[in-house]
């Protein structure tokens, strides 16, 4: 038997058996998911090798799963998350109920990612895409919170994208007679010209709202932020990368055959950076943890997005560095403000201040992962986002450099408020008793942010799979090109060696930092944070010195104009006006026997009244 | 040699005739009898099936007259599937309702005859090669239908019967008038010699015929303006006779109306005027479905609006889109049964059965739930469920008939169908429970006959080979009239005395 | 081995340089704010003094370890800018780091120090310190678009990201680029007021509303840091002005006068300033500057 | 506004209708390939029964009147379902009438002659008009007579259920007795006899007399069941 | 065949206008009347008029009964020829074979509508149809 099948019946089956094991003993169901995870990564990173497939037939429809280079390195963001938020999870759900359920669905929602990635079929893709979408909607509304309002957004977006999706599958497959992805790519330039643009606006409405671009973005924020923070981190770090994926393969595939004059691509792009732009934006307003990170993500996503319609070298490059990043960036973030939600019970800015010295491991965790999302240098996000900006730049996007730059510099807002809003800050009494998360919640964390650290200095260990991946998508090897281990080139042939500029880096901080500790080192002791000097006077206890709430008023309201209605009001518009034409078209059945009757009559009647132009 | 499709039709007729007999020696025989009967008569459907697939329909003529002088049953690749099916789902409502409420023995023996009836007279509809006989059956599943629906005294229930009862005797009315035209032209009332023959026909009989046809049957088959009846029946009978009717019924009626459309009158433009009205069924069900607080009505719009689809796949024509419509039929009566069933334990002791009366069940009603959830997920076409392949078939067909306009409905109403049924999902798990609310366990029975659909759903949705073998030998013999028409007419000459 | 030590050599050398002549800066700034205040003033070295004085105070209390590492972080985008930036047209006398003087580099350790800062800042506890972090980082977003339009406009027209060719370019042409590309002069110029902070963009750390701001809660040696990197970095922006526009420089006293010379504009502009709120600061520099900053990238473009 | 709509709709519908009957060519059937001859040859010539009719009721088409007797069942079973009330509500007559002593005593007169017109005209259904369904609407006529006249006069529900299936169950054993023949459902596998004897036309008459049956039970199921209803 | 309005021919076709007349007074009835019973009643009218139009349809000019009863058959010896003969003259029988069919399952329809009337009285207090819309949308 194929190990691929393998891999898929182990993931199956140990999600069941974790599900039914729910029932005999937390500790047997902890351990089969644990496992599984455990033996799926070890199974697919060394028993599946890039080139491996399968195929079959199933309702007569012949499909194919293997593995190339471009899914191994989406597989690598998913198995690498999934499990350390596997690990993460095993503490973090500790006591909550339904965990068999939560398991399985955590399980099976790998399984469908795994499945996407080495789908070569189109069917099978949609299949997996499918479940994808509903067992990660089985987790969105596993805390019960909001599910009639968030858990239908999402899937109810997530079906139009996937029947969009569905709808160019049908039209590939009415028109080559086959489903094999490869197949549909080698034949696209010769589709008519309608299916040609039809098809990858199509496909990229499925893609789009996994990526939660503009305007399809709005389940985002709900979803992410009612999932439990174990699953949010694979959700916004691994399943909207499902998105980009499949992004990347309509792009090169498909839209790079059509002319210049569609304007797909900066169509596209642009419309990654009004995502990136209006997710910053409303990050910024969020006073909920959960919320900021979900409009954060929705924003990273934005950059990919940019990245790849852009489309050269170096921005495809970049798009899938980012991706990965984002991943372990988010994957912290998400799953530090569950230690917070865990440890506190809240998670709203307003609500919690001056953690810092009761969970130092999660803050600098956070810390890091902070550092890397706004790209600042030592760190991974900076590689990231410096492909992105030269890409662009070199590509002649001259204005769309502009508002990604306005985007990722705003993105400072929320960054300093996610670090301010938890650990910084007053020490409130009513904290007092927090403790640092357990190991398994704060070691995941951890190592995904030191993740970022080395990817800052090695960027080349990400891009060389990157690198393979686009290979596979035929783009010609980068390597030494546009990069190496620590260099980055641009496609002028500007460089950034690294190395020397971590170090300097590194050396200037740590200098200045002994400097400023080890200097009175003996007489400097830590006082409360309510012992400042607040207009020369010590402030009372019960004063209140928490700034959190309006926290950025005055720059919310230079961009107001912008943020005074957001797109889902749009859509709830569209939605209840929907609702009430559905509501006024049922009344046709009022009730009445006879009228039920009368409309027998009259439909007869219509016929025969037409019935020389209905029979021709 | 295990039996003749006659058997189909006989047996359950004694049985009936018998049950009242058998209910003054042994009480419980009342409810156990229809059951063996059915799990015999399943037993000898899935023989000849495997007898059909290895050689081909059988034609079974009645009182020794050859067709077109007698009447004959065809079991055919398609109507064996068809009646597999019903004689399927027959058996596990029966197994679901065998001890469903606390009804007493007078009303038991009423129930499992109407029940019975009601399966053998869609089963008749289905077989028969008449087309009186179908009217006859027609109006045996029509009565026990309308008794069925009024069977609960506590509720509205005769007011649906009513409704339907009126516009099933115009359904009756369109029929005899159309069978009227037809026997006025060619002297014949066997589908096979009328089929033959239907080129004799006066083109203006031929198609007041079919608009008549398609008026009558449309009201067993749900056809939009004509489904006033629908919801109300659903809703009110009992639950598991709202399966039968998702499940068996309606199966049947779409089986009449196709086997008139495709093998009686070939006239063109009837595929097209197909897809419009089951494209405008499509629509308006699952419109009015959305706002509905009353879970079965819901269902019953649901249930509508799949109808719609099927037309709509049979309107496509090809062969295709004919398995794809025999496909969703299939899947539809699996899926929607398991909902109905499952959904009437969860709205089991109220009255008025509105959907926020399912909060919070979950807790108390875990398999049920899960199965109703299954069923949601399903019939949205959810991968990797029963209801995903036969969307996949529908669109794949209209694909390849290049009605991307269709494609786009349909996914267009799928996604309202998908809100409306995780709104009820969505409450069953996650809402608080209503006070007032006693949740019902379901009985042993009931849990088995649930899990049995489920069961289905899952192997067809994870094989689906299982049965596009069958439907696909289905397909092709709808469209093969011309084999049609000599199978039935060339077995004749043996038998005449 | 050698290299480094060079490097090392001249970093040292040109962090003592950008101290000296930063603090001098400074100080000039307040004796002639002073004087155009009709006030003495300060001498022009107080602030030699000032710095000495926060150096070798005790500090005995802090509020965590971010206190300790915000300075830090200022200070390494003080260090980093006068490392990328470079200083003489001539490379051989400072060879920093900038044989890759990258303009996107650059702007992104530029933007770590503000952040750094924040976060030492939102250690104390001190709601002001938070309130003007918060106004800084609001009036960072807005200089930040015109200030990147600039760049951007220059990178496109000379296709290098590189800071040494553009001085390169500047030194074989003998055009100033102030003049070739004027608008992006402007745009930078513009983005450059709010950089200093100095009126009317003085909101963040306000004296007479906010207690100081984000600075309030930081003394002795934290602030001895903090104004020390100030000072370097404004002369390490003030060179990468004069590298960028100005021609660069080929010895420190022109360097000094050229420098001098652009560090008036903000003082002065300063001087004659009331001061702008947050909101009115960002769309401040949405407005005009942004204008010029599109303008310079459509010249870019075009011609 | 509804009465409009409605004419109207019946008018296209009536005017559709009749355009098409109108092509009819009235008492001329021009069809050359019916059935209908094939009916009238066979029956007298093969089959032994003089009433055409009949033997297409009863074996041509006896699949039809095996659906249309369900059918008649499912109304006496659907009735008595819908108008159920519960075990103790039934055989309370809802309905009383008082008639006067010459009414009754001219029923009981009559009865027994109504009873034997009903079994004369299913017996002889294969031989002259009338048949099983007729002579069973007869005899129920004369169970009604009775009913009417005397408010207390009872039916046994049982007798008439065990007649009822009795009948039906004969009906169908008949058909399947043709099938284990070795023939098909309902096939005769009797002798035919010489045309116009009471004794031929095989299992026609047997089968007729059982529909007689059946229908008479039922029908007067029907009424009783009617009229035991109470508000 | 056209249809002329002052052709002597329309009293050939008395018997479908007729029905059809009476299928149309039936349908009103059941279209329009508010009472239940009449709607039955209307049902059942209409049940008529289908049955008045289907035997008519097996009419033969000048036919008989096709009972080939001892008076028809005098002393003819039965062969086939002879039958033939005799069939010629006789009205189509299958109409009525299925005329027959249909008026027991319009009895049957009717019986059970009745006994849903009752019902419906019952529950309702009221025979207009009207008022009988507990169950809508």
């Known amino acids: 038997m194929n190990m691929i099948y393998i891999v898929f019946i182990v993931l199956l089956g140990g999600a069941l058996l974790t599900f039914f094991a729910n029932r005999i003993s937390g500790l047997l169901r902890d351990t089969f998911f644990l496992l599984t995870i455990l033996a799926t990564t070890v199974l697919f990173f060394t028993k599946i090798h890039i080139g491996d497939t399968v195929s079959f037939t199933l309702a007569g429809l012949n499909l194919k799963w293997g593995l190339d280079a471009f899914g191994w390195y989406f597989s690598l963001i998913v198995l690498g998350l999934g499990t350390m938020a596997a690990f993460y999870a095993l503490s973090y759900m500790k006591g909550k109920d339904r965990l068999g359920y939560f398991y399985f669905s955590f399980l099976i929602s790998i399984l469908s990612m795994l499945g996407i990635l080495m789908s070569h079929d189109l069917v099978s893709f949609f299949i997996f895409w499918e479940v994808m979408t509903w067992s990660s909607y089985l987790i969105v509304i596993y805390s019960g919170r909001n599910v009639q309002k968030n858990g239908i957004n999402y899937i109810l977006l997530s079906a139009l994208g996937a029947y969009a999706m569905l709808t160019a599958i049908v039209m590939v497959y009415a028109n080559i007679h086959t489903l094999s992805i490869s197949e549909m790519i080698n034949t696209y330039p010769q589709f008519s010209h309608v299916q040609q643009v039809w098809l990858p606006v199509l496909f990229l409405m499925a893609f789009s709202v996994k990526a939660a671009m503009m305007p399809l973005h709005v389940w985002a924020p709900g979803a992410y932020s009612d999932a439990p923070m174990a699953y949010t981190s694979v959700f916004s770090g691994a399943l909207s990368k499902m998105g980009i994926y499949g992004m990347v393969i309509v792009f090169v595939s498909m839209i790079s055959y059509l002319p210049d004059d569609t304007l797909f691509k900066e169509t596209f792009a642009w419309l990654g950076a009004i995502t990136a732009i209006l997710g910053t934006l409303w990050a910024i307003a969020q006073d909920d943890a959960r919320k900021l990170l979900a409009y954060s993500s929705i924003a990273q996503l934005g950059y990919i997005i940019t990245g790849v319609a852009v489309g050269t070298d170096l921005a495809m490059l970049s798009a899938l560095f980012l991706a990965a990043l984002h991943a372990l960036f988010k994957g912290t973030l998400f799953m530090a403000v569950g230690a917070i939600e865990r440890q506190t019970g809240t998670v709203k800015f307003t609500e919690v201040t001056g953690l810092i010295r009761k969970m130092p491991w999660t803050f600098i965790a956070s810390l890091l992962a902070i550092i890397a999302l706004a790209g600042i240098p030592p760190l991974g996000g900076f590689v990231g986002k410096w492909m992105l900006y030269e890409s662009l730049i070199n590509s002649n996007h001259y204005i769309l450099v502009i508002a990604i730059f306005f985007a990722s510099t705003a993105a400072f807002l929320y960054c300093y408020k996610f670090l301010f809003g938890f650990f910084l800050g007053q020490e409130e009494k009513e904290w007092e008793n927090v403790k640092e998360a357990p190991a398994l919640m704060v070691l995941p964390m951890l190592i995904l942010a030191a993740g970022t650290l080395v990817l800052g200095t090695f960027p080349g260990i990400l891009l060389k799979p990157a690198d393979a991946a686009m290979q596979t998508l035929g783009y010609a090897s980068t390597e030494g090109h546009l990069w190496s281990m620590s260099i980055l080139f641009n496609e002028w042939g500007d460089q950034v060696l690294l190395r020397p500029l971590v170090y300097a880096i590194a050396g200037t901080f740590l200098f200045f930092l002994i400097i400023l500790t080890v200097k009175g080192w003996k007489n400097t002791r830590y006082v409360s944070t309510k012992d400042i000097s607040s207009s020369g006077e010590v402030p009372l206890e019960y004063e209140n010195l928490t700034f959190s709430v309006n926290f950025y008023q005055p720059f919310l309201r230079a961009v107001g104009p912008v943020m005074k209605k957001r797109m889902i009001y749009y859509y709830r518009e569209f939605g209840s006006g929907m609702e009430a034409l559905f509501d006024y078209s049922r009344r046709i059945y009022n009730g009445n026997g006879q009228t039920y009757a009368i409309y027998v009559m009259i439909f007869l009647v219509i016929i025969l009244l037409f019935k020389n132009s209905i029979f021709g | 040699m295990v039996g003749t499709p006659v058997l189909f039709i006989a047996i359950p007729l004694l049985a009936a005739f018998l049950i009242p007999l058998l209910g003054f020696v042994w009480k419980e025989s009342v409810r156990i009898l229809p059951g063996l009967v059915l799990l015999y008569l399943l037993y000898l459907a899935v023989n000849l099936m495997g007898q059909v697939a290895h050689s081909g329909t059988i034609v079974e003529v009645i009182a020794g007259w050859a067709p077109p002088w007698g009447i004959n049953l065809v079991f055919s690749p398609l109507t064996g599937l068809l009646t597999t099916l019903m004689i399927l789902m027959g058996f596990i409502i029966w197994i679901y309702s065998y001890r469903f409420k606390n009804i007493d023995f007078r009303e038991a023996v009423k129930y499992f005859i109407l029940l019975l009836m009601m399966i053998t007279g869609s089963v008749g509809i289905v077989l028969t090669g008449d087309i009186f006989n179908q009217f006859v059956f027609i109006e045996i599943t029509s009565i026990s239908a309308y008794a069925l629906t009024a069977f609960y005294k506590g509720r509205d229930s005769a007011e649906a019967s009513f409704k339907y009862l009126i516009i099933g005797s115009l359904s009756s009315m369109f029929l005899l008038l159309a069978i009227v035209l037809i026997y006025s032209q060619l002297g014949t009332l066997n589908m096979a010699d009328i089929a033959d023959k239907a080129h004799l026909m006066k083109p203006g009989f031929k198609i007041l015929a079919l608009i008549f046809f398609i008026t009558g049957l449309g009201i067993e088959a749900e056809i939009f303006p004509l489904n006033g009846w629908t919801p109300d029946a659903y809703a009110q009978a009992p639950g598991p006779v709202g399966a039968a009717f998702s499940g068996i019924v309606v199966k049947a009626g779409v089986y009449a109306m196709i086997r008139v459309i495709f093998t009686l009158f070939d006239v063109s433009g009837t595929h097209q005027f197909l897809i419009i009205i089951g494209m405008i069924t499509l629509i308006i069900a699952e419109m009015a479905a959305v706002k509905q607080d009353r879970l079965k009505r819901m269902l019953a719009y649901s249930s509508i609006g799949q109808m719609g689809l099927v037309i709509v796949a049979f309107g496509i024509g090809t062969e295709e889109g004919v398995f794809a419509a025999l496909f969703l039929m299939l899947n539809h009566a699996i899926i929607k049964s398991l909902l109905f069933l499952s959904g009437s334990y969860l709205v089991y002791n109220s009255t008025e059965k509105y959907i926020h009366e399912t909060d919070g069940l979950a807790k108390h009603l875990p398999i049920t739930s899960f199965l109703f959830a299954l069923g949601a997920i399903a019939i949205v076409g959810m991968p990797p469920f029963a209801g995903f392949w036969s969307k996949w078939s529908i669109l794949s067909a209209a694909a390849h008939s290049n009605m991307i306009l269709v494609i786009v409905l349909i996914l267009s109403v799928s996604i309202i169908e998908l809100v409306y049924y995780f709104r009820v999902v969505n409450r069953i798990y996650f809402f608080p429970k209503q006070k007032e609310v006693e949740p019902k366990r379901p009985t042993i029975n009931a849990l088995i006959a649930m899990s049995i659909l489920g069961i289905l759903i899952l192997v067809i949705g994870f094989y689906p080979d299982s049965v596009t073998g069958y439907l696909h030998s289905a397909s092709q013999s709808l469209l093969e009239k011309g084999k049609y028409i000599q199978d039935v007419l060339s077995t004749g000459q043996l038998f005449i005395q | 081995m050698q290299e480094i030590l060079q490097y090392t050599w001249g970093a040292l050398v040109s962090f003592v340089v950008a101290f000296t002549v930063g603090i001098t800066y400074m100080g000039l700034n307040r004796k002639i704010t002073a004087r155009v205040q009709n006030r003495i003033g300060p001498p022009w070295y107080q602030n030699f003094f000032d710095v000495l004085k926060l150096g070798s105070k005790e500090t005995s209390i802090h509020h965590g370890v971010m206190q300790h590492m915000g300075p830090a972080f200022i200070m390494v985008t003080a260090v980093m800018s006068l490392l990328i930036i470079p200083i003489l047209n001539d490379n051989r006398f400072f060879p920093n780091l900038n044989f890759h003087g990258d303009l996107v580099f650059l702007l992104y350790i530029m933007v770590f120090g503000p952040l750094g800062m924040a976060l030492g800042a939102g250690q104390t506890g001190n709601p002001n310190s938070a309130i003007g972090v918060t106004r800084g980082l609001s009036q960072m977003v807005g200089f930040e678009i015109p200030w990147v339009m600039a760049l951007v406009a220059l990178m496109i027209q000379y296709k290098t990201t590189s800071i040494v060719d553009l001085m390169n370019l500047q030194a074989e042409t003998g055009r100033w680029l102030m003049f070739t590309s004027p608008f992006a002069f402007l745009a930078a110029v513009l983005a450059m007021l709010g950089m200093f902070r100095y009126a009317p963009f003085d909101i963040v750390g306000a004296p007479q509303e906010l207690a100081s701001g984000p600075m309030s809660e930081n003394g002795g040696k934290y602030l001895f840091v903090m104004m020390s990197a100030g000072s370097v970095f404004a002369f390490a922006k003030l060179t990468l002005y004069v590298d960028l526009f100005m021609g660069g420089a080929n010895n420190l006293i022109i360097l000094v006068v050229k420098t001098f010379i652009l560090y008036l504009i903000p003082m002065l502009y300063g001087i004659v300033s009331p001061r702008y709120r947050t909101e009115q600061a960002i769309r401040y520099f949405w407005g005009w500057p942004s204008l010029f900053g599109l303008l310079a990238i459509l010249q870019a473009v075009f011609l | 506004m509804k009465k409009i709509l409605v004419l109207s709709l019946l008018a296209v519908f009536g005017v559709y209708l009749l355009e098409v009957l109108f092509k009819i060519d009235f008492g001329h059937q021009f069809f050359l390939h019916g059935v209908k001859d094939f009916y009238l040859t066979t029956s007298p010539d093969k089959m032994g029964v003089a009433n055409v009719v009949t033997a297409i009721v009863v074996n041509f088409r006896g699949f039809d009147t095996l659906g249309e007797v369900t059918v008649l069942f499912l109304a006496t079973t659907a009735m008595s379902s819908i108008l159920y009330k519960g075990r103790h509500q039934l055989g309370e007559r809802a309905v009383l009438f008082s008639s006067s002593r010459i009414v009754m005593t001219g029923s009981k007169l009559l009865f027994p002659a109504i009873i034997l017109l009903g079994a004369y005209v299913f017996i002889h259904g294969h031989l002259t008009p009338g048949g099983g369904f007729q002579g069973g609407v007869i005899i129920a006529t004369g169970f009604l007579l009775m009913l009417l006249s005397y408010e207390d006069y009872k039916v046994s529900h049982v007798a008439l259920s065990l007649v009822e299936s009795l009948a039906g169950i004969t009906f169908a054993s008949v058909g399947l007795l043709g099938f284990l023949n070795g023939g098909t459902f309902l096939q005769n596998f009797l002798p035919t006899g010489g045309l116009n004897n009471l004794i031929s036309g095989g299992v026609i008459p047997i089968i007729y007399i059982a529909v007689g049956f059946k229908v008479g039970a039922e029908l007067t199921g029907l009424i009783y069941t009617a009229l035991n209803e109470k508000d | ?137």
């Not at chain 5, 009293?11 to 009103?28: D, M, N, P, Q, R």
């Not at chain 5, 059942?44 to 000048?62: E, W």
């Open chain 5, 1 to 137: 065949m056209e249809f002329k309005l002052f052709d002597l021919s329309i009293v050939e076709y008395a018997f479908f206008i007729t029905a059809v007349l009476i299928i149309l007074i039936g349908l009103y009835g059941a279209l329009v009347k508010k009472t239940l019973i009449k709607i039955v009643i209307g049902l059942s009218v209409l049940d008529a008029g289908i049955n008045l139009l289907l035997i008519s349809v097996g009419y033969v000019k000048s036919g008989t009964a096709p009972i080939f009863s001892p008076a028809l058959i005098k002393d003819m010896p039965l062969t086939l020829e002879n039958i033939k003969k005799l069939s010629e003259g006789m009205v189509d029988p299958v109409p009525q074979a299925l005329v027959l069919t249909a008026i027991v399952i319009g009895f049957g329809v009717t019986a059970v509508a009745l006994s849903l009337v009752i019902r419906l009285y019952r529950h309702h207090h009221t025979l207009n149809i009207d008022e009988i819309k507990n169950l809508k949308w």
